[in-house]
């Protein structure tokens, strides 16, 4: 079931920036380890960034890292991901996921999570 809400997404020129916002509209997420993926056609599912439940505590894929930034605000409920120097090969639907009782690197490898969202669409245009 979907429980988060993305949105941020859109068209823009390579070397472009986006930032993409997670929301969880009447649940708290303060204590649950967050993430973003990403899928693009024919592709199968992959890890971007991870955030820990303070957001002490971060880790991205190697095409994410020095790129994008993720964040959050257990005050909002909210969590973001900054994406800069964005390639065409960035293109994807990108989702938001929300572990509970997990940690970053067990985030990383499950397939299935407690909580995610139904995406929104990143086209980087070359």
């Known amino acids: 079931q979907v429980q988060l809400v993305e949105s941020g997404g859109g068209l823009v020129q390579a070397g472009g920036s986006l930032r993409l916002s997670c929301q969880a509209p009447?649940?708290?997420?303060?204590?649950?380890?967050m993430g973003w993926f990403r899928q693009a056609p024919g592709k199968e599912r992959e890890f971007v960034a991870a955030?820990?439940?303070?957001?002490?505590?971060?880790y991205y894929s190697d095409s994410a890292k020095g790129r994008f930034t993720i964040s959050r605000d257990n005050a909002k409920n909210t969590m973001s991901l900054e994406m800069n120097a964005l390639k065409p090969e960035d293109t994807a639907v990108y989702y938001c996921?929300?572990?509970?009782?997990?940690?970053?690197?067990?985030?990383?490898?499950?397939?299935?999570?407690?909580?995610w969202g139904q995406g929104t669409q990143v086209t980087v245009s070359s």
């Open positions: 996921a929300a572990d509970a009782e997990s940690s970053i690197g067990t985030m990383i490898h499950r397939r299935e999570h407690d909580y």
């Open positions: 009447g649940r708290s997420f303060n204590l649950y380890v």
């Open positions: 955030i820990n439940w303070s957001g002490g505590s971060t």
